[in-house]
């Protein structure tokens, strides 16, 4: 998961903050015109969109599944909250609310900043074939040899621990895989062989 100096660093491109103002101010006039968030913590909740489509693929979310956002959307707020209401956990339950109304705007902002932070156009694009196993020693050096960014974007989305990223053996659901890979369509990641081989990672 990113850390708070992270989310700095990223909102200082300026096309990215401006994204995420023009984002923020439609998003808080239409569902929350009394919430106060800055632009670093209304950024945190972007990134916080790919993880919240996945836990809500079978169209809910559990108890363990909100404690599992709580928990990622603390670590990404600007300072500490933790004796007092955090600002992203309490935005995100307005983003739950109308998820599908807002993932569209909200993943058009994150395909923006992977393109603009990790140089994607400039990436040398190849295919793995749909039903071709991989080879993990070069799933492995995929990782290592990728922009670092790009993996914490990849590991933070879609994984619990940001250390699982080279596990040969990740669990997930029916409708959450389906969901992941429509969610890396989104953002643009789908042509990416890094991001290919992560997904064939998942039993």
């Known amino acids: 998961m990113f850390t708070e100096y992270e989310i700095e660093s990223m909102i200082a491109y300026p096309e ?26 209304f950024f945190s909740l972007i990134i916080m969109t790919p993880t ?18 709580n928990k990622k959307a603390r670590k990404l707020s600007k300072g500490g909250y933790f004796m007092k209401k955090d600002p992203v956990v309490y935005a995100m339950k307005f983003l739950i609310k109308n998820y599908y109304n807002w993932q569209d705007k909200f993943f058009d902002v994150l ?3 992977i393109k603009v932070t990790c140089g994607l156009d400039s990436m040398v694009h190849a295919s793995v074939k749909e039903n071709e196993s991989i080879d993990y020693h070069e799933y492995r050096e995929a990782v290592l040899h990728s922009p670092y960014l ?17 596990n040969e053996n990740h669990k997930v659901g029916k409708s959450e895989y389906q969901r992941m890979i429509l969610i890396g369509e989104k953002l643009e990641l789908d042509h990416i062989p890094v991001f290919q081989m992560f997904c064939k990672t998942f039993q």
């Open 150 to 166: 790009l993996i914490r974007f990849i590991a933070s989305f879609f994984l619990e621990n940001d250390e699982d990223i080279i």
């Open 16 to 41: 990215v903050l401006e994204a995420t103002q023009t984002l923020k101010k439609d998003f808080l006039k239409t569902e929350a015109p009394y919430l106060e968030v800055s632009d670093e913590d």
């Open 52 to 69: 919240i489509g996945i836990a809500m693929a079978d169209g809910k979310i559990t108890l363990f599944e909100e404690m599992a956002l």
């Open 111 to 113: 395909k923006m900043t």
